[in-house]
């Protein structure tokens, strides 16, 4: 019996019904873990290449272009304020029920920083645009656990 089976017709596959049960535990890593601890601080950290120069937000621990390792000395602080680089309004939540109001999430090219976080936008009546100045406005001290909803949202700068 070979090892690896052809299939050249579909018919040939083989499947079975049933269920298989799958639990897992996500951990944010040694990176993710300081940089959420940053969050809980009220900082953004990010991690910029030595080699390529590019800063990564959320912070990593390699760089993702040239395979770089990125030590403590790469850390450095980015934001608070940002440019939108692109937004959207979110109408159904991920269980499919409709949201009321709807939630807008942008894209913020932090100061400091080359790649884009995703986050919730403050809708204050200040029109959304491509080029907003935004700034990242975090829940207070005694609400923050450690976690990305420790920064609340970005709102347009006054």
Request: a positive charge.
């Amino acid at each position: 019996m070979p090892l690896k089976e052809r299939i050249s017709h579909i018919d040939e596959v083989r499947s079975w019904q049933g269920s298989i049960r799958l639990e897992g535990v996500y951990t944010a890593g040694v990176a993710g873990e300081r940089w959420l601890r940053g969050l809980q601080e009220g900082r953004i950290y990010g991690t910029r290449c030595p080699r390529c120069r590019y800063t990564y937000v959320p912070a990593r621990l390699f760089c993702e272009r040239c395979f770089g390792h990125l030590d403590e000395a790469t850390w450095v602080e980015v934001g608070p304020q940002g440019t939108l680089t692109s937004w959207t309004r979110v109408h159904v939540a991920l269980d499919g029920q409709r949201l009321s109001p709807p939630r807008c999430i942008g894209l913020v090219r932090l100061d400091g920083a080359d790649a884009l976080l995703v986050h919730d936008l403050l809708e204050d009546g200040t029109p959304l645009r491509v080029g907003l100045r935004v700034e990242a406005v975090f829940r207070p001290p005694a609400e923050r656990v450690g976690s990305i909803r420790d920064l609340a949202y970005f709102r347009p700068v006054p």
